[in-house]
């Protein structure tokens, strides 16, 4: 204690992964198990449903008022649904869990809520007061369904291309089989 000092250093710091060019929290994230195309409309459904869910919020008056609230709890139901989904495909949890279920909750998550979205956007449609954060909404709300919906398109498309094509059966060998033994 000749210069002061109570406790004196006993180890250096080593680097952790947490150094470098990507660190925190982006060092988690891999946006690789997504193709391009599929990002771009998980992105953007993620970026109009929360717009959707802003503009309503906006509104401060409605007339009828369960057109709105419906579309509301849509809108951010969707944005979270959009967001978990995300998040499950860019970060570790990606790899703690059956890749085929991921894929299987993606199909029916993403179709469900562009069908629900778009029913809530017709709704809020014919029950709208015609302010303009309502009509943003609508906007907002016809286009991320329509995103929700184009990415199940995409999906459904991968899933058909994946599957192996069925190959005609051959009619010979079944008549064949049929035919009596000692014929």
Request: charged share 15%.
């Amino acid at each position: 204690m000749e210069n002061g000092a109570v406790y004196s250093p006993t180890t250096e710091a080593a680097p952790g992964t947490g150094r470098g060019a990507r660190s925190g929290l982006a060092a988690y994230f891999v946006l690789g198990r997504l193709p391009w195309h599929r990002r771009i409309l998980k992105g953007l459904q993620l970026l109009l449903s929360l717009l959707a869910f802003i503009c309503e919020e906006v509104v401060s008056e409605c007339g009828l008022c369960g057109g709105l609230y419906f579309f509301e709890f849509v809108s951010c139901s969707a944005f979270l649904l959009s967001l978990l989904l995300l998040i499950v495909y860019c970060t570790p949890v990606h790899d703690r869990v059956d890749t085929g279920k991921v894929k299987s909750s993606d199909f029916y998550i993403t179709l469900g809520t562009g069908c629900v979205f778009l029913l809530a956007s017709i709704i809020f449609v014919s029950t709208h007061s015609g302010t303009s954060a309502e009509i943003a909404a609508i906007v907002f709300g016809f286009l991320a369904s329509s995103m929700f919906l184009l990415d199940f398109v995409v999906m459904l498309c991968e899933k058909l291309r994946e599957s192996p094509l069925r190959k005609p059966e051959n009619n010979a060998k079944v008549e064949a089989l049929t035919e009596p033994l000692n014929a």
